[in-house]
């Protein structure tokens, strides 16, 4: 079974930055940040292989260094990751398969995960005001792996998921988005 905790803010200082920086801009690049989890994690490692390499585009993507986790996280952690603001050409965004977890990291999607995502979107929009801001939709729930945190479920994973979910997130979070 797998035991998550949720960490408190409290003299965490610098814990979103995972004592990373950001490299520096690359001049005549637009910049892009990507906030997001493991699965966004992922597509930045796909953009930057050689054969997708978005610095061929012109692009310098960084990703936030700490997974971006749930909406309650994303909401501590925002003004670290939004350090310098200014520098963002595009900030991609997304939450949800941490906040529909079966654990006590999920958070009711028309409650807690909406009034959060409004205020991480509100605050983006305020810090980064020439941004492109891109909200990305929560993924399908990753299939059960096999001793993955010594449990096999066909219910997502560790911590444990439900397939129905992610439409439920995906409809509240279009809604907290659009106010």
Not at 58 to 72: D, E, K, L, S, Y
Not at 85 to 112: C, K, Q, V, Y
Request: glycine residues 8%; charged residues 10%; proline residues 6%.
């Amino acid at each position: 079974q797998c035991v998550c905790t949720r960490v408190t803010m409290a003299g965490k200082a610098g814990m979103c930055l995972a004592g990373q920086e950001y490299k520096p801009a690359v001049a005549g690049m637009k910049q892009w940040l990507m906030i997001g989890d493991s699965i966004s994690d992922g597509v930045a490692a796909q953009l930057h292989h050689a054969g997708t390499n978005i610095t061929g585009h012109g692009i310098q993507m960084t990703h936030n260094p700490t997974n971006a986790a749930n909406v309650w996280w994303g909401a501590h952690c925002l003004q670290e990751w939004l350090a310098d603001a200014a520098r963002w050409d595009i900030i991609t965004f997304n939450f949800g398969l941490h906040d529909l977890a079966l654990d006590n990291e999920r958070m009711d999607p028309h409650t807690s995960y909406s009034t959060y995502l409004t205020n991480i979107t509100q605050r983006i929009a305020d810090a980064a005001p020439q941004a492109k801001l891109i909200w990305v939709t929560t993924t399908p729930v990753p299939a059960g792996i096999a001793g993955y945190c010594n449990k096999t479920t066909a219910q997502g994973g560790c911590p444990p998921r439900v397939a129905s979910d992610p439409p439920l997130y995906n409809a509240a979070a279009t809604q907290a988005i659009a106010a």
